[in-house]
C-alpha cells in the first residue's frame, strides 16, 4: 500500500503512522486508537514520561515497546508535532495549537531538566512573547483551548489569556496614541488602515466601547462567563459588561431578537472571520446569563430583562433564575412598557397571558427595599424618578395591563381584583384606569352576576373619578344599580365642593393680593373648577325643573283623589238612578268622549285630560339617572 501522506518525514497508512529515517521502528505509542511507530531514543531522550513507563517495562524484554497514552492533549495531530520535535524538526507555532501543545509538552514532561530548549520551555515563550500581546491572538488561543481546559488552567494558560483580553478592553486605545495590535499588519504605525501596504488614509474608531463585544461571542459559555468576571473585577464599567452580556444572549438566544430596545447592530467585527461559533446550550447559557448580569437599571436593559424572563419561561429553566429575573424586572418597573408585561401564558392553563408572572412582578417592586442605581451618565438609556412617581407610573401601566387582558373571557373575576389591589391606593390619584379595566371586563364577560360585578367596583375609589368618567359611569348599563347610585352620591359631593370653591375663589378675587400658586397649578384648577361649575349650573336647571314637575304630579295626585271620595259618595247614594257620566257632570269633571264623539273632541279631551298634564313634563330632555340625582 503506497503512503497516503508525507509530513516532515512521516508517512500515514490507515491508522498508522510511520518516520522515514531507514531504521525499523522499536516503540509503537497508541493515541486515540492511531499507531506511532518511532523509535527509542528520540522519544527517550526528551520525553521523560516515555521513558518512565520505558524503564518500568523492561522487565517484559519485548523487542518492540508498545504503550498506550490515555486522555492525550489535543489527540493524535498535537502528539504528531510533539514526535517531530522529538525528531528534531522545526515545530511551526499558531495561537490555534499554542495551547494544546503547550499541554501535550506538560503532558509528556518535555523539560528542560531532559534536554536544553525543550518543547516546554519553547511553547511557553512564545504564549509570551507572541499570543498575550495581541488581543486575537488570545481570542484565538482561549477557543481553541477546550479540549484541554483543566490542564491549561493548571498552566494558568487561560488566566493569562483572561487578564490580557480584560486589559486590552479595559483601555482606551486612543488615549495612548498606540495602535490596535489587533489588527496586525492591516494598520500603519500612525493608526491608518494599510491596503496591500498602501496608507488609505482611514482612520479605525478606536473610541467605541463595543468593539470587542463580536470577538467575546465565538467562545463558549464557561469561558465567556469567566471572561466578563475578569474584566468586572478588573474595574470594567457596568454598562460596558452589560453590553457586551446583552449581544452574546441575542446572538444565541434568537428569541430575544425583538427585545433589542433600538440599540445598534453595527458592531465591528475583528477576528470573527477565522472564528466558528460555539456549541451552546441555551437552557445553561440563559442562567449563567443571569448571574453575569450587573445590578443596574435602564430602559433598553430593562426590555431585555423581560426578553429573557419570556425565553426563560419558553425553556424551563429552574425556578431560582426564574424568580431572580422577576425581581430584578420588579425592582425598575417603572421603566417598563405595557408591551414588556403582556407575556404569553406558555403553560396548558386557559388564559392568554401569564397575569401571575407579573402579579409576582408587582410583588417583587412593592416589597423590593435594595435601591438599584442607573448606569452612569454616559448611557442613553438612564431615567431617575423618585418613589412617589414611580408608584404613580406602574400604576398607570398596570392599569392599562389590566384593561388589555380584561378582553380574555377565561380570566376569572378573583385575578382581576387581585392585580388591581397589589398597588395602594396612594399609588393611584384618579381611579378613571381602573374604571376602564372594569368597563371592559364587564363588556367581555356579560354573564358575571350582580354581586361579582359590586365586588370588583369597589375597589374603586367614586372621589377618584373625573367628570367624564362619572358621566360615563352614571350612564353604564354594565354596572349595577347600586353602583350607579353611589357614582351619582359622590358626583354631587364633588358638584357641591366644585361650586363651593368657585364661590372661594371669587371672593379671594375680590380680597387683596396674597400668595400666589405655581401657574401649571393654577391652570390645572382652573380647568377642573369651571368643568364642575358648569355641570352644577346644568345641575341646577335640572333640580328646579324636576322641583316643578313633583309639585305639578302632587295637586293632580289630590285632586284625582277628591274625585275618588265623590264617585264613592255619589255611587253609594244613586246607584240605580245616576250612570256615571251625570255624575261626572254634577262634580264637574269631564270623561273621555265616546267612539262617536272622539273626532271632534281630540284636541280638547287630550289638552284637558290629567295623565297628558303628567306626561308633559315626563317627556323632558333629562335622562332617569338625572332624575333620580335630586333625590340625594
Known sequence: MAPAGKVSGFHREGNDWYCSAGLPSDITVIVEGINFHLHKFPLVSKCAKIARIYEESQSTHIKTFITELEDFPGGPGTFLIAAKFCYGHRVEFTPRNIVTVYAAADYLEMTDEDDEDNLVSQSESFFHKNVLRTWKDCILALQSSESVLPRADRLQILSKCLNALSMMACTDPSLFGWPMMMYGSLQSPGGSILWNGINTGARIRSSESDWWFED????????FERLIKTMEARGMRPENLAGAIMYYARKYLPGLGRWQGGQSSNTRRVTSYSLTPAAVDQKVLLETIENLLPEKKGKSFCRFLVGLLRVALILGVNEKCKESLERRIGMQLELATLDCLLIPNYSDTDTLYNTDCVERIIHHFMTSETIITSFSPASADVETSSSSGSLRKVSKLIDSYIAEVASDVNLKPGKIRSLAVALPD????FHDGLYRALDIYFQAHPWLSERDKEELCNIIDYQKLSIDACTHASHNERLPLRVILQVLFFEQLQLRTALASCLNALDTE??????????????????????WVTVARENHGLKVDMDKMRSRVGELEEEFGKIKQEMKRVTKSHSSLSSPRLVAKKIGCRLLPRSSDAQADKVEGTASTPRASVEQPQSSRHSRHRKSFSLF
Open 216 to 223: 467575546l461571542s465565538y467562545l463558549s459559555v464557561g469561558l
Open 426 to 429: 396612594s399609588s393611584r390619584p
Open 510 to 531: 375680590s380680597a387683596p393680593a396674597g400668595p400666589l400658586t405655581g401657574p401649571s397649578d393654577m391652570a390645572g384648577e382652573i380647568v377642573q373648577r369651571d368643568g
